[in-house]
T-cell receptor, first 111, second 116 residues
Framework: DAKTTQPPSMDCAEGRAANLPCNHS???????VYWYRQIHSQGPQYIIH???NNETNEMASLIITEDRKSSTLILPHATLRDTAVYYC????????????FGTGTSLTVIP | GAVVSQHPSWVICKSGTSVKIECRSL??????MFWYRQFPKQSLMLMAT?????????EQGVEKDKFLINHASLTLSTLTVTSAHPEDSSFYIC????????????FGPGTRLLVL
Protein backbone atom coordinates (compact mmCIF):
# COMPACT_ATOMS: atom_id res chain seq x y z
CA ASP A 1 0.00 0.00 0.00
CA ALA A 2 1.92 3.00 -1.35
CA LYS A 3 -0.28 5.68 0.28
CA THR A 4 0.81 8.30 -2.25
CA THR A 5 -0.56 9.55 -5.54
CA GLN A 6 1.64 10.92 -8.30
CA PRO A 7 0.93 11.85 -11.93
CA PRO A 8 2.16 9.06 -14.20
CA SER A 9 4.24 11.28 -16.44
CA MET A 10 5.52 14.83 -16.91
CA ASP A 11 7.69 16.73 -19.36
CA CYS A 12 10.05 19.57 -18.56
CA ALA A 13 12.21 21.75 -20.77
CA GLU A 14 15.93 21.54 -20.18
CA GLY A 15 17.14 24.34 -17.94
CA ARG A 16 13.72 25.00 -16.47
CA ALA A 17 12.54 24.00 -13.02
CA ALA A 18 10.81 20.64 -12.76
CA ASN A 19 8.03 20.56 -10.17
CA LEU A 20 6.86 17.06 -9.28
CA PRO A 21 3.75 16.83 -7.10
CA CYS A 22 2.78 14.11 -4.65
CA ASN A 23 -0.45 13.69 -2.72
CA HIS A 24 -0.35 11.92 0.62
CA SER A 25 -3.66 12.94 2.15
CA UNK A 26 -3.67 10.15 4.77
CA UNK A 27 -0.19 10.89 6.10
CA UNK A 28 0.17 10.54 9.85
CA UNK A 29 1.97 12.95 12.15
CA UNK A 30 5.16 10.92 12.45
CA UNK A 31 5.52 9.87 8.82
CA UNK A 32 8.33 11.33 6.77
CA VAL A 33 8.16 12.08 3.05
CA TYR A 34 11.01 10.57 1.01
CA TRP A 35 11.84 11.09 -2.65
CA TYR A 36 13.85 8.71 -4.79
CA ARG A 37 14.45 8.50 -8.51
CA GLN A 38 15.31 5.63 -10.77
CA ILE A 39 17.16 6.17 -13.98
CA HIS A 40 16.57 3.41 -16.51
CA SER A 41 18.15 0.08 -15.54
CA GLN A 42 19.72 1.42 -12.35
CA GLY A 43 18.92 1.16 -8.66
CA PRO A 44 16.89 3.96 -7.07
CA GLN A 45 18.82 7.04 -5.98
CA TYR A 46 17.99 8.88 -2.78
CA ILE A 47 17.11 12.53 -3.36
CA ILE A 48 15.71 14.14 -0.24
CA HIS A 49 13.37 13.63 2.70
CA UNK A 50 11.46 15.77 5.18
CA UNK A 51 8.90 15.77 7.96
CA UNK A 52 7.32 19.21 8.21
CA ASN A 53 9.70 21.90 7.08
CA ASN A 54 10.84 22.59 3.57
CA GLU A 55 14.18 21.02 2.79
CA THR A 56 16.92 21.76 0.28
CA ASN A 57 20.08 19.95 -0.69
CA GLU A 58 22.45 19.96 -3.62
CA MET A 59 20.04 17.95 -5.74
CA ALA A 60 16.60 19.36 -5.05
CA SER A 61 14.15 21.17 -2.84
CA LEU A 62 11.21 19.60 -1.05
CA ILE A 63 8.17 21.73 -0.31
CA ILE A 64 5.65 20.22 2.12
CA THR A 65 2.28 21.93 2.55
CA GLU A 66 1.32 23.13 5.99
CA ASP A 67 -1.31 20.40 6.39
CA ARG A 68 1.27 17.89 5.11
CA LYS A 69 -1.23 16.34 2.75
CA SER A 70 0.90 17.03 -0.29
CA SER A 71 4.43 17.87 -1.29
CA THR A 72 6.40 19.02 -4.32
CA LEU A 73 9.87 18.03 -5.37
CA ILE A 74 11.64 20.80 -7.23
CA LEU A 75 14.62 20.26 -9.50
CA PRO A 76 15.71 23.88 -10.01
CA HIS A 77 17.46 23.56 -13.38
CA ALA A 78 16.53 20.28 -15.05
CA THR A 79 19.09 18.59 -17.28
CA LEU A 80 18.73 15.65 -19.65
CA ARG A 81 20.30 13.45 -16.97
CA ASP A 82 17.33 14.14 -14.71
CA THR A 83 15.11 12.04 -16.98
CA ALA A 84 13.95 9.26 -14.65
CA VAL A 85 11.04 7.83 -12.69
CA TYR A 86 10.53 9.76 -9.46
CA TYR A 87 9.02 8.06 -6.43
CA CYS A 88 7.41 9.74 -3.45
CA UNK A 89 7.18 7.52 -0.34
CA UNK A 90 5.80 8.15 3.12
CA UNK A 91 6.75 6.10 6.13
CA UNK A 92 7.50 6.24 9.81
CA UNK A 93 11.29 6.06 10.17
CA UNK A 94 11.54 3.19 12.59
CA UNK A 95 13.20 -0.17 12.22
CA UNK A 96 10.82 -2.61 10.64
CA UNK A 97 8.93 -0.05 8.61
CA UNK A 98 9.72 -0.69 5.00
CA UNK A 99 9.79 1.39 1.86
CA UNK A 100 6.94 0.48 -0.46
CA PHE A 101 7.19 1.95 -3.93
CA GLY A 102 4.19 3.16 -5.91
CA THR A 103 4.15 3.73 -9.63
CA GLY A 104 5.96 7.08 -9.52
CA THR A 105 6.17 9.89 -12.08
CA SER A 106 8.12 9.40 -15.27
CA LEU A 107 9.85 12.72 -15.91
CA THR A 108 11.19 13.43 -19.38
CA VAL A 109 13.49 16.42 -19.78
CA ILE A 110 13.25 17.76 -23.30
CA PRO A 111 16.17 19.50 -25.01
CA GLY B 1 29.20 8.06 1.73
CA ALA B 2 26.39 5.47 1.94
CA VAL B 3 27.42 3.42 -1.06
CA VAL B 4 25.89 0.02 -1.76
CA SER B 5 27.29 -2.38 -4.33
CA GLN B 6 25.92 -5.50 -5.95
CA HIS B 7 27.63 -8.37 -7.70
CA PRO B 8 27.20 -9.52 -10.36
CA SER B 9 25.52 -6.80 -12.38
CA TRP B 10 24.41 -9.29 -15.06
CA VAL B 11 23.89 -13.03 -14.88
CA ILE B 12 22.59 -15.50 -17.44
CA CYS B 13 21.95 -19.05 -16.31
CA LYS B 14 20.23 -22.22 -17.40
CA SER B 15 16.90 -23.27 -15.97
CA GLY B 16 17.31 -25.38 -12.83
CA THR B 17 20.57 -23.85 -11.65
CA SER B 18 21.04 -21.64 -8.59
CA VAL B 19 22.31 -18.09 -8.69
CA LYS B 20 23.82 -16.08 -5.84
CA ILE B 21 23.70 -12.28 -5.75
CA GLU B 22 25.81 -10.29 -3.29
CA CYS B 23 24.91 -6.96 -1.73
CA ARG B 24 27.55 -4.99 0.15
CA SER B 25 27.49 -1.74 2.08
CA LEU B 26 30.89 -0.25 1.28
CA UNK B 27 31.32 2.58 3.75
CA UNK B 28 28.87 1.87 6.54
CA UNK B 29 27.57 -1.02 8.58
CA UNK B 30 24.07 -2.17 7.82
CA UNK B 31 22.24 -4.33 10.32
CA UNK B 32 19.29 -4.41 7.97
CA MET B 33 19.25 -4.84 4.21
CA PHE B 34 16.35 -5.28 1.84
CA TRP B 35 15.80 -7.18 -1.40
CA TYR B 36 13.50 -5.97 -4.16
CA ARG B 37 12.48 -7.35 -7.52
CA GLN B 38 11.43 -5.30 -10.51
CA PHE B 39 9.81 -6.59 -13.69
CA PRO B 40 9.93 -4.53 -16.91
CA LYS B 41 7.88 -1.33 -16.75
CA GLN B 42 6.77 -2.07 -13.20
CA SER B 43 7.66 -0.58 -9.85
CA LEU B 44 9.93 -2.15 -7.25
CA MET B 45 8.41 -4.94 -5.19
CA LEU B 46 9.83 -5.64 -1.75
CA MET B 47 10.73 -9.32 -1.41
CA ALA B 48 12.32 -9.61 2.00
CA THR B 49 14.08 -7.90 4.86
CA UNK B 50 17.50 -9.24 5.75
CA UNK B 51 18.69 -8.87 9.34
CA UNK B 52 22.28 -9.48 10.35
CA UNK B 53 22.59 -12.63 12.42
CA UNK B 54 18.97 -13.68 12.16
CA UNK B 55 16.47 -15.09 9.71
CA UNK B 56 15.11 -12.95 6.94
CA UNK B 57 11.53 -11.74 6.94
CA UNK B 58 9.73 -12.42 3.68
CA GLU B 59 6.84 -10.50 2.16
CA GLN B 60 3.60 -12.30 1.56
CA GLY B 61 3.73 -14.43 -1.55
CA VAL B 62 7.53 -14.70 -1.71
CA GLU B 63 8.78 -18.29 -1.47
CA LYS B 64 11.31 -18.63 1.33
CA ASP B 65 12.79 -21.85 -0.01
CA LYS B 66 13.27 -20.41 -3.46
CA PHE B 67 14.84 -17.11 -2.47
CA LEU B 68 17.41 -17.85 0.23
CA ILE B 69 18.77 -14.84 2.07
CA ASN B 70 21.86 -14.80 4.26
CA HIS B 71 23.10 -11.75 6.17
CA ALA B 72 26.23 -13.10 7.79
CA SER B 73 28.03 -9.80 8.43
CA LEU B 74 27.26 -6.13 8.91
CA THR B 75 28.29 -5.34 5.35
CA LEU B 76 27.13 -8.33 3.30
CA SER B 77 23.79 -9.87 2.43
CA THR B 78 23.31 -12.53 -0.22
CA LEU B 79 20.27 -13.62 -2.19
CA THR B 80 20.31 -17.08 -3.74
CA VAL B 81 17.71 -17.90 -6.34
CA THR B 82 17.45 -21.68 -6.15
CA SER B 83 16.42 -23.84 -9.09
CA ALA B 84 15.88 -20.77 -11.22
CA HIS B 85 13.22 -20.81 -13.94
CA PRO B 86 12.53 -18.34 -16.76
CA GLU B 87 9.80 -16.65 -14.72
CA ASP B 88 12.47 -15.69 -12.17
CA SER B 89 14.13 -13.50 -14.79
CA SER B 90 14.00 -10.01 -13.37
CA PHE B 91 15.97 -7.04 -12.04
CA TYR B 92 16.99 -7.68 -8.43
CA ILE B 93 17.91 -4.69 -6.28
CA CYS B 94 19.17 -4.56 -2.72
CA UNK B 95 19.23 -1.67 -0.29
CA UNK B 96 20.79 -1.01 3.08
CA UNK B 97 19.32 0.95 5.93
CA UNK B 98 21.20 4.07 7.00
CA UNK B 99 20.72 4.58 10.71
CA UNK B 100 18.51 6.94 12.70
CA UNK B 101 16.87 9.34 12.74
CA UNK B 102 15.70 9.28 9.14
CA UNK B 103 16.25 5.57 8.46
CA UNK B 104 16.96 6.39 4.84
CA UNK B 105 17.71 3.48 2.54
CA UNK B 106 20.48 3.47 -0.02
CA PHE B 107 20.16 1.20 -3.02
CA GLY B 108 22.58 -0.90 -5.00
CA PRO B 109 22.85 -0.68 -8.78
CA GLY B 110 20.84 -3.85 -9.32
CA THR B 111 21.46 -7.29 -10.81
CA ARG B 112 19.76 -8.36 -14.00
CA LEU B 113 19.00 -12.09 -14.05
CA LEU B 114 18.09 -13.93 -17.23
CA VAL B 115 17.14 -17.58 -16.92
CA LEU B 116 17.14 -19.52 -20.18
Amino acid sequence: DAKTTQPPSMDCAEGRAANLPCNHSTISGNEYVYWYRQIHSQGPQYIIHGLKNNETNEMASLIITEDRKSSTLILPHATLRDTAVYYCIVRVPITGNQFYFGTGTSLTVIP
Amino acid sequence: GAVVSQHPSWVICKSGTSVKIECRSLDFQATTMFWYRQFPKQSLMLMATSNEGSKATYEQGVEKDKFLINHASLTLSTLTVTSAHPEDSSFYICSARWGPPSETQYFGPGTRLLVL
